[in-house]
Each structure stands twice: as structure tokens, then as C-alpha cells.
Nanobody, 123 residues
Framework: QVQVTESGGGLVQPGGSLRLSCVAT????????MGWYRQTPDNERDLVAS???????KYADSVKGRFTISRDDAKNTAYLQMNTLKPEDTAVYYC?????????????????WGRGTQVTVSS
């Protein structure tokens, strides 16, 4: 059973920082692209940042220069360092990973989502 689990969310004041973590567990032989998305109650789930297996990164315009995505393949983990946080960054942050895994002795590739972690930026 493959799982993706986020952690590191919380309440922070404007201008503060948080570091989110996303770890993939299970019968995994490879984790390809990993991405962070966020969603508020009135909006769709939007891409915040992504990182390829080669380390190529993409960012939403609203977070460029403030957020940094990275990964540790030995730990099947991605991180999102968020600096200079603003109230409009408040959302539930989700991790998505494209994972190569073993299912009944067969190799498969599937997208997996975590359950999300709440980030609240408020004074």
C-alpha cells in the first residue's frame, strides 16, 4: 500500500517561515515528479511548485522568490520551504507524487495524493 503523507503545516505570522515535508512510503522502486498544490474553500487546487526526478523545478508566479521545493530521493521525500509568508498563502497544502511501485509482483506507475496539511498565515 503506497501512501503519501504531508507534515509541517501550522499557524505562522505574516513574514514568517514554514517548511513542509512530503514522504512516500510503501513498495516503491522509484518516485518521479513530486509537486505541492494548495486549495482554499472557494478555489480549485492549484500547483504551487513541482520538481522532476532530474531536479528541474517549476513555481507558481505568486510564490517565486519566496518558496523553494527540494527533494531527497534516498528518503522518498520532498520539501517546500516557505519564506516571507503572506495571509493569501493560507490554504490546505497537498503533495502529489508520481510513483513507481510494486503491486502483486507487477510494476506500476500511478499518481498519489496526500491528505493535506493546513497552513494559516495570520497575526
Amino acid at each position: 500500500q503506497v501512501q503519501v503523507t504531508e507534515s509541517g503545516g501550522g499557524l505562522v505570522q505574516p513574514g514568517g517561515s514554514l517548511r513542509l515535508s512530503c514522504v512516500a512510503t510503501g513498495r516503491i522502486f522509484k518516485v518521479a515528479e513530486m509537486g505541492w498544490y494548495r486549495q482554499t474553500p472557494d478555489n480549485e487546487r492549484d500547483l504551487v511548485a513541482s520538481i522532476s526526478v532530474y531536479g528541474d523545478t517549476k513555481y507558481a508566479d505568486s510564490v517565486k522568490g519566496r518558496f523553494t521545493i527540494s527533494r531527497d530521493d534516498a528518503k522518498n521525500t520532498a520539501y517546500l520551504q516557505m519564506n516571507t509568508l503572506k495571509p493569501e498563502d493560507t490554504a490546505v497544502y497537498y503533495c502529489k507524487a508520481f510513483i513507481g511501485h510494486i503491486n502483486v509482483n507487477l510494476r506500476r506507475w500511478d499518481d498519489y495524493w496526500g491528505r493535506g496539511t493546513q497552513v494559516t498565515v495570520s497575526s
